[in-house]
């Protein structure tokens, strides 16, 4: 039986490395909170250009539109199994003053890839190829302020805790003092606690768990707000080992000394140890609540309580009768339902129907939303080039006039 087990267990293995695990990580937080520092330091590797996403000083403008960025970035840990990881960065959240239209793109984002697996189980005949972009985990990344969180670290985690796996991170954490950090941690959780915003906090059960893991998650929410330090910068250590660090004109922080940042044990607990459960806890909690509340709204918005135990039929149950004349399916003989019950389970048909017909519309009007997005940045893209074509073409008009003026002051010399 030993020998068995250890057969299965290495052909899984050898199907994950082929296969390789897809997870999904969304980063929120505003500009300056090092998003694109952490993104490098966590794939230990320049995934995004770091000098494209510093905020223009200059630019005064109060609303400034949230877009959301996909990284694709293959990894594979120490015992070689790959991790397709998926990296969605949100670039211009927290940077106006009205924020709600930012809510409201990484909510529909979130909704809408529960919406496409809903539609995918629906299909009598489902496609093979089809992928998975749920998130499994939003890291959101928290200022610190020495006041816990401020109005739009509570609305925003309100509004997407019930639908994804919430993690809140202090980023840059080497600008505070120890007794600045703790404080700061202090005060997160209380306001967590006090505006009942429930986030992952790594759960574990005392029945059926093994000491380890209890011990293990138990460390790791003692640890939350998790408080990471990145860095764009490496350094070859005293082994010969690249590492990454932050330097300042007295010193270096080694961003992975656990002493000094939680970016380790949280990049373990991302990507090695609870990225199943992740995975698992978006499968069988979030999702499930997203589905059962779904189509439980539906069933009441279409359905407009259809009731089906008819009187008729509960003072004359005659009327709803089976005769089985033998034991072949094919002379399997059912009497007519009475009109009001069959009229009744028609409606429930239709309601279903219509159900299914709403829904995608609504996935049409989002697909063409983000058609109508896609399509103004190209009409964008193309007014920036035409004016970059008209700069060139002035530059090389003036260049000519310059030439002409020197040629035509060299002919009034030579006179």
Known sequence: MVAVIGSSSKLRKKKTLKKGIQF???????????????????????????STTIPDPSDSSSEKELTLRTENVELEDNEGVK???????TPGFGDSIDNESSFSIIIDYIR?????????ESRIRRNPRFKDGRVHCLLYFIVPTGHGLREIDVEIMKRL??????????????????SELTLNKKLIMEDLKHYNIPIYNFPYDLDYDDEETIDANTALRALIPFAVVGSNDEITGPDGDLIRVRQYPWGTIDIEDPDQSDFI????????????DLKEHTQEILYEKY??????DKD????????LSYPDL?????KLSFNINNQSSNNLNLSPINDSAASAISDVYASKEEAVRLEQERLNLLEEKFKQDLLRRKQELLEKERELREMEERLERAQHFKTDQKDLTAENFSF
């Not at 044990?265 to 199943?276: G, K, M, N």
């Open 291 to 296: 589905r059962t509340d779904a189509l439980s």
């Open 83 to 89: 991790v397709s990881l998926s990296i969605i960065d």
């Open 112 to 120: 809408h890839q529960y919406d496409e697996i809903l539609l995918e």
């Open 300 to 307: 009441k918005k279409n359905n407009s309580t259809i009731d």
């Open 24 to 50: 999904t990580l969304m980063i929120v937080g505003q500009s300056g909170t090092g998003r694109s520092t952490f993104i490098n330091s966590l794939c230990g590797q320049q995934v995004v250009d770091t």
């Open 161 to 178: 805790s019930g639908l994804v796996n919430v993690i809140p991170v202090i980023s840059k954490a080497d600008s505070l003092t120890k």
């Open 314 to 318: 509960k003072s004359n149950p005659s």
């Open 265 to 276: 044990t949280l990049r373990s607990a991302l990507l090695i140890s609870h990225l199943q």
